[in-house]
């Protein structure tokens, strides 16, 4: 439960058809063997009780009774029990039988939700009609079927029900404050259900901003008409967590662990919804520590399924010639200018400006390549830039820039044997204003290289790559541009050996910004030597900053995806370090150029806005707590 972590399972036990007391004592078990696996909540099919198929015998007065007593057994045995669980059981009410879920904690009926006769007719209107009901030997406030169980010593931790894929009422539940929604659903199997019912799911998780989870019937049913497969599902603002496929016996528990602080943080940068007022059960939930087994991608940006990062990248690479293109049509230039280092920033900046070429139908001499060797440039990335632009077909230029950056440092009377941040910035602004000249020139426009990792950790020189006249790698990630080179090269330049063989070699180049001396031709200024692994960084970016996450909970994250890689000492000394560069950094981010925003986490000067004196103190104070 620590970082509003709240361990989930939904379970379908194989029950005897219309046998409710038999189908009472599975119950029992499941909820005692979830207490003994630290879960918060269970989730049981709808009518489990007595089975969703046992058709016009579920009205009868003998199954409406036996599942009363059932639930009866339930409470009694259930007495020392901290789970809510969510029990699936027939209801006589009004004159009328409803499919309803018994919400129970130890041993206590915390409330009776009930399904509408009519979805489509549904109002919230009818919530005013709120008798009280002697059921199961309680009494108790039975609402139509909107209810919110809200946890009073767990911050954000409220759960609503809804009862079928039918119903409409997740919107309004979630209107009330539900971050969690359970719903146990009777859906039978087709050919398509299984696809069918994961992709609702996630999409109405997705769209609620919530934690849902969707518990359906065993095989155990009727199959005089349908056939049903306990197929299970966990979501989470559109990700899957947890599935229990249909039919499947070999892993019958869906377990994971919903965050209700990301969901509640994430709804807090939302635009405001109206607020809908509903019928509130409170409870205490012993809080115990959470075991985390929903897995925690170590590359939060990089899609795991090869299929869907091929389709993303190659979206990027649409996207962004599209959105270079317009920005030289409206500023009306007649060129691209941009610095080639033969590393992987530069190398992607100079693969966007050719699609955009080709898009537009410029000829590809318009962009102008400048390669601009000093001090600290190796053969290995001044060939690779040089041979990539020849085999693109791209105009290349070289301006030593040895010379003029020699001559500034002695006019401000900077010896070159003090190898300081002077001396490393002044080649990255005079490159600047080589490129800034030979723009005006032309009549074209500079075009960014530095990625939003760099923005993140404020690893630029101002005014110096930190400027251009447009970036068009600004919201992408360290860890996403080697994928997107590299997707290039295997898609849009496969069979072009000549572009291929260097891209593959610039993939191979550590990173560096080259600015001191190299030895013996090798790259002596390595980047993540100095700021630290950018996977680690971009782990950090995606989830303290983009999710909103506390530090501590951030490194408790890092720690288990990234186990066996890097250890606890190195992923604080990197996270700090993150910390401090960030807050101190602002004031670089807030002047940068126009880029588009990719993906949800973005540090555009439109999409992420903080003062450059913020104050990282309260975040250092937060990560000292994991010592």
Request: with cysteine; net charge neutral.
């Given at each position: 439960m620590k970082d509003g972590f709240?361990?989930?399972?939904?379970?379908?036990?194989?029950i005897i058809l219309g046998s409710p007391l038999q189908n009472a004592d599975l119950v029992i078990k499941e909820i005692i063997k979830a207490e003994d696996e630290g879960i918060s909540i269970l989730a049981f099919p709808e009518l489990c009780l007595c089975g969703c198929s046992l058709g016009d015998l579920i009205s009868?007065?003998?199954?409406?009774?036996?599942?009363?007593?059932?639930?009866?057994?339930?409470l009694r045995?259930?007495?020392n029990t901290r789970v809510i669980a969510f029990v699936g059981l027939p209801l006589s009410y009004l004159g009328q039988v409803y499919s309803a879920v018994a919400v129970i904690q130890g041993g206590s009926l915390v409330a009776l939700v009930r399904k509408p006769t009519s979805q489509s007719g549904y109002t919230l209107k009818d919530e005013c009609r709120m008798p009280t009901k002697s059921f199961a030997g309680r009494d108790l406030i039975v609402p139509e079927a909107l209810c919110l169980i809200e946890c009073e010593n767990i911050p954000n931790l409220v759960i609503g029900c809804e009862i079928g894929i039918a119903s409409t009422l997740g919107s309004t539940l979630v209107g009330g404050g539900a971050t969690i929604i359970v719903n146990p659903c009777a859906c039978y199997e087709t050919v398509t259900s299984e696809r069918d019912l994961l992709e609702y799911a996630k999409v109405?998780?997705?769209?609620?901003?919530?934690?849902?989870?969707?518990?359906?019937?065993?095989?155990?049913?009727?199959?005089?008409?349908?056939?049903?497969?306990?197929h299970n599902i966990i979501c989470e603002n559109g990700s899957v967590l947890a599935e229990k496929r249909p039919f499947d016996r070999k892993n019958p528990d869906c377990v994971s662990e919903i965050d209700v602080n990301y969901l509640t943080t994430k709804r807090n940068k939302q635009e405001k919804n109206s607020f809908t007022a509903l019928p509130t059960v409170h409870l205490f939930l012993e809080e115990i520590e959470t075991t985390l087994t929903r897995k925690i991608n170590p590359y939060p940006f990089v899609e795991s399924n090869s299929v869907y990062l091929l389709k993303k990248c190659l979206r990027i690479f649409e996207m962004e010639k599209i959105a270079l293109a317009r920005r030289l049509e409206a500023s009306y230039s007649k060129s691209m200018v941009i610095g080639i280092s033969g590393g992987l920033d530069s190398t992607l900046a100079l693969l966007t400006c050719v699609e955009c070429a080709d898009y537009l139908g410029w000829e590809r001499e318009k962009i102008i390549a400048v390669t601009m060797p000093c001090f600290g440039t190796t053969?290995?990335?001044?060939?690779?830039?040089?041979?990539?632009?020849?085999a693109l077909g791209v105009t290349l230029k070289e301006v030593n820039i040895s010379k003029a950056v020699t001559q500034h440092l002695e006019d401000i009377g900077h010896s070159l044997d003090q190898r300081d941040v002077t001396y490393e910035n002044a080649q990255a602004r005079e490159r600047t204003q080589v490129l800034m000249d030979l723009a005006n020139k032309t009549n074209g426009l500079v075009i960014g290289t530095g990625n939003?990792?760099?923005?993140?950790l404020g690893w630029s020189t101002y005014n110096g790559d930190q400027m251009s006249m447009y970036n068009v790698n600004a919201s992408i990630p360290k860890t996403l541009v080697k994928k997107l080179v590299d997707t290039y090269a295997r898609t849009i330049a496969y069979g072009n050996d000549s572009i291929t063989s260097v891209l593959r070699d610039v993939l191979d180049t550590p990173i560096s910004?080259?600015?001191?001396?190299?030895?013996?031709?090798?790259?002596?200024?390595?980047?993540e030597d100095l700021v630290g692994p950018y996977d680690l960084h971009d782990f950090f970016l995606y989830n303290m900053i983009g999710r909103g996450f506390k530090p501590s909970k951030t490194y408790r994250l890092a720690k288990i995806a990234f186990d066996g890689e890097y250890d606890g000492d190195t992923i604080y000394k990197w996270l700090e370090k993150f910390i401090k560069r960030f807050f101190s950094q602002q004031f670089k981010r807030t002047a940068t150029p126009d880029g588009i925003t990719l993906g949800s986490v973005s540090l555009g000067k439109y999409d992420f806005q903080m003062p450059s004196d913020a104050c990282a103190q309260a975040y250092l104070d937060d990560l000292k707590t994991v010592k």
């Open positions: 709240i361990k989930v399972k939904a379970v379908s036990p194989d009868s007065e003998m199954i409406l009774s036996a599942s009363e007593s059932g639930l009866e057994k339930i045995e259930t007495e109405k998780s997705k769209r609620l901003n919530c934690g849902y989870v969707i518990c359906n019937p065993s095989t155990k049913e009727s199959t005089s008409r349908y056939i049903y497969s306990g053969e290995r990335t001044k060939n690779n830039a040089i041979s990539l632009c020849t939003m990792s760099e923005g993140a910004p080259e600015l001191l001396p190299h030895n013996n031709g090798e790259i002596a200024q390595k980047t």
